[in-house]
């Protein structure tokens, strides 16, 4: 092909997948102008990583977000992209490739980064449906759709690839259970103390695992519907992912007569038997070796493209690599002999309160493996000495507690980093080291994480490495450097609101307890921020089963009373959308009198405030407002307070809508509802808003043709106007969209934050996205929501009066307001 005066050779590449159009960006580094490409992928994709398939199964990323080179990449570097053809036939002597569908390419050079296929046990019923692998986009698909109709996974094999596919199916609502042949998981990267903790972790997140065990046969005639083990278990299955391992796919270099053993031959160049051809990746053999790793892929691309290209005679020496992984939210580390043997010492730590186990493996002096467990931070560093191989010297003693007690403090905590090598690896999905780093940051300008993932991708997959790459950029940058950092809910766990939300859903962790033995609290009992937190978190997921702690909430939720600064309480009775009754009324007045309270006031959310009133007296108010049928208000709690209205269409000349009966109507939905925080209501008859709708956490305004609905105001100290939601006609709907919008506030906001930077924090877009553009998970929402009343729509404070426990239910923890 001519490019101007040039005369382009033609490369055709046979497979899209990672090392190939990895190979294919060192190409265009080197000599942009070299080739002229066609790549042909069997998937109907852009480039992706392949590694992140496992978080999309688990829902915490989506397709987008892990592809690395989308279509205009393709056409920006002139690359035509074949998708959806799976190459069948290669002709050497006319220098030709077919695809399934008949297309045919000529090339100069052609590059076969086909991959591998996963192995699936030769045992009855391994042709049933619902019997799959987990290699591509497509099995992620088929796993996502199985839970939706299905209740029971199995999963056959406990390495990595088998964990993260469990792990994913138990977050999308299955019950999974995980077969493996040996007697410890992941017997390849964890010695069997650290695999032991990684058991017990799973079971713990309602995993079922059993090790030393043989698939015997899958059972079923249409679909399959159990496995049965050679000792005779029959366990219930609806989907069984087979992950027992892979092998390289030679079947095209096979039949077009290349040299090919376990894998396609390739030389010290990743040339094959042909010397027109290159191979790389997992589908190759080199020097008996074959690969399922990044690490040496990424070393591979390089090499391939040097001879590609022409640049320079580099050879490809296999090198140790380290194994940095992350399991259902559980770090974990191996390199070298980390299981020992013959003439070697182990240093081992163990944490069990915090699951941390360490084992350090010396030979002749220096370091000869490593296996880490719940703390990874130190992997990079006892890495580089395996390398080294230098002896540990006096270090010996101390090397155990890692490179923090060399000098690492948390005073200088880039010091680790700092006494790296250039080619230390700190990205291990995407194969990038700290010189490529280093070099980006100081040539690119770059000053935030984000900018590096971009120029660099380290830390653009898995993010295991995101530490280190903020403490290049510290040491780098200096005091000019910010990281952007997760907060965790409090000193008593690593976790953030997010994390800890997610995690008690999908492992089914339904009290207090098993949540903190679960994610590895700090504490035995928590604090006064956390245990709020998690009380409301538990209350929201299982709401027919979880029962409400009162110990874990503020005093004034536990006293339905606000404490006043001189030690009394203020007493709020609800009053359905700011009406009230002569009953109601005189029902107060006699508690005033009775109880010598000195203030009532009319609040600013249309409800009387009883203020003044003894701590001793506060089961009697109740008992004695309770008579009356007058229910807490709720003023006091992370909780519905009032909805707020305006006379409306009965009584005003400019009202247009009843707005009075629309918040009655709202309030006896929603009352006895707890929230992440307080949530103010309001309705307005008409758009001069005298209810103030247009600051509240939900607000409406009637117009003549219906309802306008507004989310997210705050009318506090940082004044926020509400986003526009919606208009609808009824005043069904109008309820619909607002038990679906506390439900998804409910659901996803974190504890103590209120609607106004909730909504600015995740966008009016996304909220509408997941109300008005999916009506389907509105109706979803509004479903949870009025499952969650069932339980929530009573009055607390009965069980005080009934058992007069008032002075029972105080406690130094939470005698605070937030």
């Known amino acids: 092909m001519r490019d101007g005066t040039h005369i382009r050779e033609r490369l055709v590449i046979v497979g899209n997948g990672m090392a190939g159009i990895r190979t294919l960006e060192e190409i265009i580094k080197r000599d942009p102008h070299r080739y002229a490409v066609t790549v042909f992928g069997t998937e109907p994709h852009v480039n992706y990583n392949r590694i992140m398939l496992s978080p999309v199964l688990a829902g915490e990323k989506t397709f987008d977000e892990i592809v690395i080179n989308t279509r205009d990449w393709y056409e920006a570097n002139g690359v035509e992209l074949i998708t959806s053809e799976t190459v069948t036939t290669i002709d050497r002597a006319a220098k030709t490739v077919t695809g399934q569908h008949g297309t045919i390419r000529s090339y100069d050079k052609l590059l076969l980064a086909t991959g591998s296929l996963p192995f699936m046990l030769p045992v009855p019923g391994k042709d049933l449906p619902g019997v799959i692998a987990f290699r591509d986009l497509a099995d992620v698909e088929t796993m996502v759709a199985a839970s939706k109709t299905y209740k029971h996974a199995v999963v056959i094999g406990g390495g990595l690839l088998g964990l993260e596919a469990a792990n994913g199916l138990k977050l999308n609502g299955m019950e999974v259970t995980v077969i493996h042949l040996p007697e410890t998981l992941m017997e390849r990267q964890l010695d069997p103390s650290a695999a032991h903790l990684l058991e017990q972790d799973l079971i713990r997140r309602g995993l079922t695992v059993i090790t030393g065990a043989n698939t015997a046969e899958l059972v079923g005639t249409e679909r399959v519907t159990a496995l049965r083990l050679t000792d005779g278990r029959e366990i219930p299955a609806d989907l069984v992912v087979m992950a027992v391992g892979i092998r390289p796919n030679t079947g095209l270099a096979k039949e077009a007569g290349l040299d090919c053993g376990r894998g396609i031959k ?305 007493v709020v009775p609800r009053m359905w959308g700011g009406v009230t009754t002569a009953n109601e009324l005189r029902a107060i007045a006699d508690v005033v009198d009775k109880f010598a309270i000195p203030s009532v006031k009319v609040t600013g959310g249309q409800r009387i405030d009883l203020l003044g009133v003894k701590k001793e007296d506060l089961p009697a108010v109740w008992a004695d407002l309770n008579a009356a049928g007058m229910v807490s208000g709720h003023a006091y709690g992370k909780a519905l307070r009032t909805v707020k209205t305006c006379v409306g269409s009965d009584w005003c000349r400019f009202g247009t809508q009843d707005s009075t009966g629309m918040g009655v109507k709202l309030e006896r939905l929603t009352w006895g509802s707890y929230h992440p925080h307080k949530v103010k209501l309001a309705v307005s008859g008409c758009p001069r808003n005298c209810a103030e709708s247009t600051i509240k956490d939900f607000g409406v305004i009637a117009v003549d043709s219906g309802w306008e609905l507004y989310v997210g105001g705050n009318g506090g100290i940082h004044l926020r106007g509400t986003d526009h939601l919606a208009k609808v006609e009824t005043e069904a709907e109008v309820l619909e969209y607002c038990g679906a919008f506390l439900q998804l506030y409910r659901e996803e906001a974190r504890y103590l934050e209120r609607t106004a930077p909730w909504v600015e924090r995740v966008g009016i877009a996304y909220v509408k996205d997941k109300m008005i553009v999916d009506a389907d998970n509105r109706a979803a929402l509004y479903d949870r929501f009025l499952e969650s009343q069932k339980f929530s729509q009573n009055d607390p404070w009965a069980e005080h009066i009934a058992e007069r426990k008032i002075a029972d239910s105080y406690r130094p923890m939470a005698d605070v307001e937030i």
């Open 266 to 570: 390739v030389n010290d160049g990743l040339i094959t038997s042909d010397p027109d051809i290159a191979a790389i990746g997992e589908c190759v053999e080199h020097d008996g070796q074959v690969f399922g790793l990044v690490a040496p892929i990424w070393d591979m691309a390089k090499v391939c493209a040097d001879h590609l290209t022409g640049t320079t005679t580099s050879a490809y020496r296999p090198v140790a690599t380290a194994t940095k992984l992350k399991v259902t939210g559980i770090d974990m580390f191996s390199a070298g002999a980390f299981s020992g043997g013959e003439g070697c010492e182990d240093i081992v730590y163990r944490d069990g309160a915090r699951g941390i186990y360490k084992r350090l493996v010396v030979k002749d002096g220096c370091l000869a493996g490593a296996v880490l467990y719940g703390d990874t931070r130190d992997g990079g560093w006892y890495f580089q000495m395996m390398k080294e191989a230098a002896p540990l010297g006096e270090l010996r003693d101390t090397v155990i507690f890692g490179q923090g007690l060399q000098g690492a403090s948390s005073a200088n905590p880039s010091a680790a980093v700092a006494a790296l090598s250039d080619d230390a690896e700190i990205c291990g999905c995407n194969g990038v080291c700290k010189g490529t780093i280093m070099g980006a940051i100081a040539e690119k300008g770059l000053t935030t994480l984000d900018g590096v993932k971009a120029h660099t991708k380290a830390s653009a997959s898995c993010g295991s490495c995101t530490g280190q790459v903020e403490q290049l950029l510290a040491l780098a940058l200096g005091d000019e450097f910010q990281a952007d950092t997760i907060k965790p809910m409090c000193k008593c766990t690593t976790h953030d609101h997010d994390t800890v939300r997610r995690r008690l859903v999908a492992e089914g962790l339904k009290s207090i307890p098993a949540v903190m033995q679960a994610l590895g609290w700090k504490t035995p009992d928590g604090c006064a921020s956390c245990r709020p937190a998690l009380n409301f978190y538990l209350m929201c997921a299982w709401p027919d089963t979880y029962k409400d702690d009162a110990q874990s909430r503020f005093v004034n939720e536990r006293n339905h009373a606000n404490i006043q600064k001189d030690g009394t309480y203020s």
